[in-house]
Nanobody, 120 residues
Framework: VQLQASGGGLVQAGGSLRLSCAASGSIFSINDMGWYRQAPGKERELAAT???????NYSGSVKGRFTISRDNAKNTVYLQMNSLKPEDTAVYYC???????????????WGQGTLVTVSS
């Protein structure tokens, strides 16, 4: 299973970016999907998660500015980031809780990360 994240880049404060993460390979089902981020010198932290049914959860630092969504048919999760701030600068990682086969237990797969840099 591979999770391929894309959409990062350099943006000015107040701007927007949309991240995408597509899961591919042998996948039976995907439960929760999410975005985490790791700023330089800091630990990885939750940004947002979404259940298969579309229920969402956001960290306090991004709530109201970021929107997570998913396309179950495409095994893809998105993160729309608006009103970006310099403190949003980080490597953004996607993940998915999934089963590779019907008989497998649920495991978590991670994408490779995409860098978001917000200039002031």
């Amino acid at each position: 299973v591979q999770l391929q994240a894309s959409g990062g880049g350099l943006v000015q404060a107040g701007g927007s970016l949309r991240l995408s993460c597509a899961a591919s390979g042998s996948i039976f089902s995907i439960n929760d999907m999410g975005w985490y981020r790791q700023a330089p010198g800091k630990e990885r932290e939750l940004a947002a998660t979404i259940t298969r049914g579309g229920n969402t959860n956001y960290s306090g630092s991004v709530k109201g500015r970021f929107t997570i969504s998913r396309d179950n048919a495409k095994n893809t999760v998105y993160l729309q980031m608006n009103s970006l701030k310099p403190e949003d600068t980080a490597v953004y990682y996607c993940n998915a809780d999934l089963r590779r086969h019907w008989y497998d237990s649920i495991g978590t797969s991670w994408g490779q990360g995409t860098l978001v840099t917000v200039s002031s």
